[in-house]
């Protein structure tokens, strides 16, 4: 059995480096723009062997990461404190009906239907909105069926709560006002309010 030499290789893939002006195939994944997690993979970029490893020696995993969770991956211990999957008491399912509730089966899985059409409902009233603008709803605390009137009062809200000049000379909060005054910038222009 030939051992391959170079680990992560996906020959024949008929994908092109994506390496501007590189006309080598693309037989090595690197990550892409939207990291993993919940919604499932994430997206990847090709490369061959020599871009590739000119990403590898650029790419910072702890891009974005405070110190603190920095620390933290990089712990010895990281991973180990937190249930498993498999022997939380859900097994890792959410919302899944418990059959011990419902005289007929047919009765949890309607209830479980109706949850994921109601979480649907819920993420069909965000897609108005692009990623930035669905970050600076949070921001702001508001939802997704916010009009523009309820958006400036919000903003007045947070602002005399967040403002020096209007919360008795408290500075602390001054890192949560620019993140407030940014949210309000982005959204009073954004499309979904017009």
């Not at 680990?7 to 693309?26: F, L, N, Q, V």
Request: glycine share 10%; aromatic share 10%.
């Amino acid at each position: 059995m030939r051992r391959e030499r170079f680990h992560g290789r996906y020959e024949e893939t008929g994908r092109k480096c994506e390496a501007e002006g590189c006309r080598e195939p693309g037989e090595f994944r690197a990550p892409g723009e939207r990291p993993h997690g919940f919604d499932g993979p994430g997206d990847s970029r090709w490369f061959c062997l020599n871009h590739v490893r000119a990403f590898n020696s650029e790419y910072d995993w702890f891009n974005g990461m405070t110190p603190d969770e920095i620390i933290e991956a990089q712990s010895p211990i990281n991973g180990w404190r937190r249930d498993t999957r498999a022997f939380r008491a859900d097994a890792g399912v959410d919302g899944v009906p418990r059959w011990a509730d419902f005289d007929d089966p047919l009765d949890a899985i309607g209830a479980r239907a109706s949850e994921l059409r109601a979480r649907a409902a819920g993420r069909q009233a965000y897609a108005r909105f692009t990623p930035r603008e669905r970050e600076a709803l949070g921001v702001m605390g508001l939802e997704p069926q916010a009009d523009r009137k309820r958006l400036r009062s919000r903003y007045s809200e947070l602002v005399r709560k967040y403002h020096p000049d209007r919360n008795g000379g408290d500075r602390t909060h001054e890192g949560r006002l620019q993140s407030v005054v940014e949210a309000y910038q982005l959204l009073r222009k954004a499309a979904a309010f017009a």
